[in-house]
């Protein structure tokens, strides 16, 4: 499947990682010129002045509200390719994220004919001929695109993230925390009450809704979910639907593990 902004979560790893073997230190500060921004719906892409942030800020921009920008400063920074070695030294063989988040958006518009402008106005409604473009699209295409995965992998590193093992405990313990801040309640969070925290990235692009986390329960378990959708109607840029199943599906499987 496509992973959308599912793969920030790699990111993360291979940024906590290299700080815990010393290769960097994640209060390095970097500058982030407006004039180099990747489009996006929040964060430092929708910013208008220059601004400058630690690493580990601008990985809580990354995860809590999916910053395209600071997503790509990142990675600039870490290296896709060692990002992609690293999630292979993890299991995750069947797995792309070489991809960065203005490579997997202009080959996205060169597919459809899509302006920047068009692509971040949440009120542009797709046309017919959207669709047809839709179809072929190289970014929608698990087999050809630069960000996919399977939800049993993911869920492999998010166990890994959980138990320890896929960097040193303290590493560990900070991806946990910021994978708990992210903001959006309205996938994976609306199918679980109080009580239940959870830790998890949502991925969004048109037609593709997702999300992995781990949903925990205190005493009583803790839980890898990952559910990945694929519209059958890509028109609406706005799925709630699917955005809504997601919650549903995931508690399913978790109540049924449970019991």
């Known amino acids: 499947m496509v992973l959308a902004s599912v793969f920030k979560v790699a990111v993360l790893v291979e940024l906590y990682r290299r700080a815990a073997a010393g290769d ?3 209060t ?6 407006k004039a180099t921004r990747t489009v996006g719906p929040t964060g430092l892409s929708v910013m208008r002045d220059d601004a400058e942030l630690s690493l580990r800020d601008l990985a809580q921009w990354m ?3 999916s910053d395209n920008t600071a997503t790509d400063v990142l990675m600039a ?6 990002i992609q070695a690293t999630v292979e030294r993890l299991g995750l063989v ?9 490579e997997i958006l202009a080959i996205f518009r060169e597919d459809t004919g899509l302006t920047e402008a068009q692509l971040a106005d949440p009120d542009y409604v797709l046309t017919a001929g959207d669709l047809a473009r ?5 970014s929608l295409d698990p087999r050809r695109t630069r960000n ?4 049993r992998q993911w869920a492999r590193l998010l166990r890994a993230i959980w138990l320890d093992e896929a960097a040193p405990p303290e590493a560990c313990a900070e991806m946990r925390a910021i994978m708990k801040t992210q903001v959006w309640q309205h996938r994976l969070s609306s199918g679980f009450g109080d009580g239940v925290s959870i830790g998890a990235k949502t991925g969004t692009l048109i037609g593709i809704r997702n999300e992995a986390g781990v949903v925990e329960f205190k005493g009583d378990g803790r839980y890898a979910v990952c559910v990945f959708t694929r519209a059958y109607d890509w028109l609406p840029r706005k799925q709630p639907a699917a955005d809504a199943v997601i919650g549903r599906a995931a508690r399913l499987v978790v109540e049924n593990l449970r019991t």
Not at 28 to 33: D, F, T
Not at 77 to 82: A, D, T, V, Y
Request: aromatic content about 0%; glycine content about 6%; hydrophobic content about 25%.
């Open 28 to 33: 390095e500060r970097m500058r982030i010129p």
């Open 134 to 138: 839709l179809e072929h699209n190289r």
């Open 24 to 26: 960097l230190d994640v």
């Open 63 to 65: 995860i809590s509200v």
């Open 94 to 102: 069947d797995t792309d994220v070489r991809g960065t988040c203005d």
């Open 77 to 82: 920074r870490l290296g896709p390719e060692r």
């Open 148 to 151: 996919r995965s399977t939800p």
